[in-house]
């Protein structure tokens, strides 16, 4: 119901703001520019070159860097006799700096791309669906304007026509040629018509 809402008030918009006619195919180019759901696909389209980069990153080498200092307050001594061997220092520092590989995934990377394609295409698909209908929905939407705009001019036609009749009764009323109330008729008609009219705009 609040697609057929949005679509509706789009084209009136629009319909009133022009000066010339929209067409089908214009009426189409501005459900796509405005409607959020025809931008899904921009964004689906983001997301997976997103996906199958990060899975594209895994077979590239990962570098890892750690560092660690210590401070011992107290530190073993080995009396020898006769050695030069020297205490520990307090301090003490460690790094560690290390690189893998992927050399051998089994095909998982392969396939986890070839999930997010699929998933992609399918999301894809969904989005063609939705403004396949959203299209349809425009088509009935634009038609039925259309109609009613025809409506309306015939009933102005008609009203026109009625019009000379009734100056042509009252003509003949008047001059003696017809009865009093002949004229009654066509004002009831005419009545009919211009609540018509009112109903179209």
């Not at 570098?63 to 001594?77: F, H, K, M, P």
């Not at 791309?113 to 669906?129: D, G, M, P, S």
């Not at 304007?145 to 009625?162: D, F, N, R, Y």
């Not at 009654?184 to 018509?193: A, D, G, S, Y």
Request: charged share 20%; glycine share 4%.
């Amino acid at each position: 119901m609040r697609h057929t809402i949005f679509i509706i008030f789009l084209l009136l918009t629009t319909m009133s703001w022009s000066q010339k006619a929209l067409t089908l195919e214009e009426c189409y180019q501005l459900v796509a520019k405005n409607y959020p759901l025809a931008k899904q696909t921009e964004m689906l389209n983001m997301q997976q070159s997103f996906e199958v980069a990060s899975i594209d990153a895994e077979r590239l080498p990962q570098v890892g860097l750690s560092a660690q200092g210590t401070y011992q307050s107290d530190v073993i001594e080995v009396p020898i006799p006769g050695s030069n061997i020297e205490p520990l220092n307090n301090e003490q520092y460690r790094a560690n700096l290390t690189v893998n590989q992927l050399i051998y995934g089994g095909g998982l990377l392969d396939a986890k791309t070839e999930l997010k394609n699929a998933k992609y295409n399918a999301n894809r698909k969904q989005v063609e669906v939705n403004l396949y209908h959203l299209k349809t929905q425009v088509n009935q939407l634009y038609f039925s304007i259309l109609l009613t705009q025809e409506k309306h001019q015939l009933l102005l036609l008609k009203e026109s026509q009625l019009n000379t009749k009734l100056k042509e009764v009252k003509s003949g009323i008047n001059n003696g040629v017809l009865i009093a109330t002949s004229d009654k008729p066509i004002e009831v008609e005419l009545l009919k018509i211009n609540q018509d009219i009112k109903s179209t705009l």
